[in-house]
């Protein structure tokens, strides 16, 4: 919490956000440079709102920011100060002006460190705030678009974008040399486990913390995980071919006491999600669905630019185009998690992709269950 002094005398809040691009102030130095303000200008600082790793480009998303909002109509405090308007929203004029409307019939300004006409009732001041907002948004466009070129570069490149790895798997970035750099597990809670190429752990980072490869000429694959959440898999799979629904799968899993992906109790959903994504039969599939609020429409089926890119990946990689219905083309993922090392073209764990030969799990696209059933279970 941020320190006040006894002469400070305007109530006042301060409001804090560090955004997914990790390239910003740390809520550290911004609780710093507010409590700095605050000092300076006569304010006294009550209480803080955090929005942790959240993005500013919608508003509806931030779960401190809207109970800033809603606690503003109670009159305790007079004043929201931020670091720079840029914390306070990346979102349109429209929805920006929206919020401080508000805290303005609330009788509450809004005040930054670093832009002294945030808070301006005036001709200037509403030009200033337009135009600034319209940076903050612009910033938030350009690197979205940027992320996006880098991802579609990787994919044409082989490599896996980046993201949480599916259940059961880790990713492993190799050098140019195609030595392993380093292993990051996923574990509940968005935390993650670096090992070296020993499997030793060497860090952990949580949520929001920034983990990012040491160059562009490394490439990020995805190499299977430890046994044990390998099993659950084959177990999961396995159950299905026997007949058991979503929901007896997850009572299963819950019975024996084993954590879901995200730490808690399996459920139908987690069940269902699993089965069908097409990783456990050796494809890596990417850009399904995006959830971009300022380069398309949310949904299924990326931009063309996107498909084109993921296709020629795919087929430069297996010497032609994949497109099965409704679906993009995809990278061929060797060896699915149904196969155990020494069958088919699967390497032990942690050796990494054995080349583009396809694994059992492709069956399921083919055949259905019971040639999953033959293929990874080896029943007849």
């Given at each position: 919490?941020i320190?006040t002094?006894?002469t400070e ?11 997914t ?7 550290g130095?911004?609780r710093?440079?507010?409590?700095r303000?605050?000092?300076?200008h006569?304010?006294q600082?009550v209480?803080?709102?955090?929005d942790d790793?959240?993005s ?7 779960p401190?920011f809207q109970?800033m ?23 349109d004029v ?5 919020y401080?409307?508000?805290?303005r ?12 006409y945030l808070h301006r009732?005036s001709?200037?001041g509403d030009?200033?705030r ?6 903050n948004r ?13 991802q ?5 490149a ?7 790895c599916?259940?059961?798997y880790?990713?492993?970035?190799v050098?140019?040399d ?6 990051v597990r996923?574990?509940p ?13 060497t860090a952990?980072y949580q949520?929001?913390?920034s983990l990012?490869?040491?160059g562009?000429?490394c ?11 390998v099993q ?16 007896g799968?997850a009572?299963?899993l819950?019975?024996?006491g ?5 730490g808690?109790l399996?459920n139908?959903t987690t ?6 994504n097409?990783?456990?039969r ?6 399904r669905?995006t959830?971009?609020?300022?380069l ?5 089926g ?7 890119a993921?296709g020629?990946?795919?087929?430069d ?5 994949d497109?099965?219905a409704?679906?993009?083309p995809r990278?061929?993922q060797?060896?699915?998690?149904g196969?155990?090392?020494?069958d088919g073209?699967q390497t ?5 992709w054995?080349?583009?030969a396809?694994?059992?799990m492709?069956?399921?696209?083919r055949s259905g269950?019971?040639a999953?059933?033959s293929?990874v279970l080896?029943?007849?």
């Amino acid at each position: 919490m941020i320190a006040t002094t006894e002469t400070e005398t305007i109530p006042a809040v301060a409001y804090l956000r560090r955004s997914t691009d990790k390239q910003e102030q740390s809520l550290g130095d911004q609780r710093l440079e507010v409590s700095r303000y605050a000092e300076e200008h006569g304010y006294q600082i009550v209480r803080e709102y955090v929005d942790d790793a959240i993005s500013g480009t919608s508003a509806a998303e931030r779960p401190g920011f809207q109970r800033m909002i809603a606690d503003a109509d109670a009159g305790d405090f007079q004043a929201v100060i931020v670091w720079n308007s840029d914390r306070f929203s990346r979102g349109d004029v429209t929805e920006t002006e929206h919020y401080r409307y508000l805290l303005r019939q609330a009788n509450v300004k809004l005040l930054s460190v670093t832009e002294d006409y945030l808070h301006r009732e005036s001709i200037d001041g509403d030009i200033l705030r337009t135009v600034k907002q319209f940076q903050n948004r612009q910033f938030s466009v350009s690197l979205s678009q940027n992320t996006l070129r880098g991802q579609i570069s990787a994919v044409k490149a082989e490599s896996d974008p980046g993201r949480p790895c599916p259940y059961a798997y880790d990713r492993e970035i190799v050098g140019p040399d195609g030595q392993v750099i380093y292993r990051v597990r996923f574990c509940p809670g968005r935390v993650r486990e670096v090992m070296d190429a020993s499997g030793n752990v060497t860090a952990t980072y949580q949520k929001g913390q920034s983990l990012r490869k040491p160059g562009k000429e490394c490439k990020g694959r995805m190499v299977l995980s430890t046994p044990d959440r390998v099993q659950v898999v084959k177990d999961i799979f396995a159950w299905c071919l026997d007949g058991v629904g979503f929901k007896g799968i997850a009572d299963r899993l819950n019975a024996k006491g084993i954590p879901s992906p995200r730490g808690n109790l399996w459920n139908f959903t987690t069940i269902k999600s699993l089965l069908m994504n097409p990783i456990y039969r050796g494809d890596l599939v990417w850009n399904r669905r995006t959830e971009s609020k300022l380069l398309g429409s949310q949904g299924a089926g990326g931009s063309d630019e996107t498909a084109r890119a993921v296709g020629q990946a795919s087929a430069d990689a297996r010497g032609g185009m994949d497109r099965r219905a409704g679906r993009h083309p995809r990278h061929r993922q060797p060896g699915g998690l149904g196969q155990s090392p020494g069958d088919g073209d699967q390497t032990p764990q942690g050796q990494g992709w054995p080349g583009q030969a396809e694994g059992p799990m492709a069956a399921v696209g083919r055949s259905g269950l019971r040639a999953l059933q033959s293929a990874v279970l080896g029943r007849a």
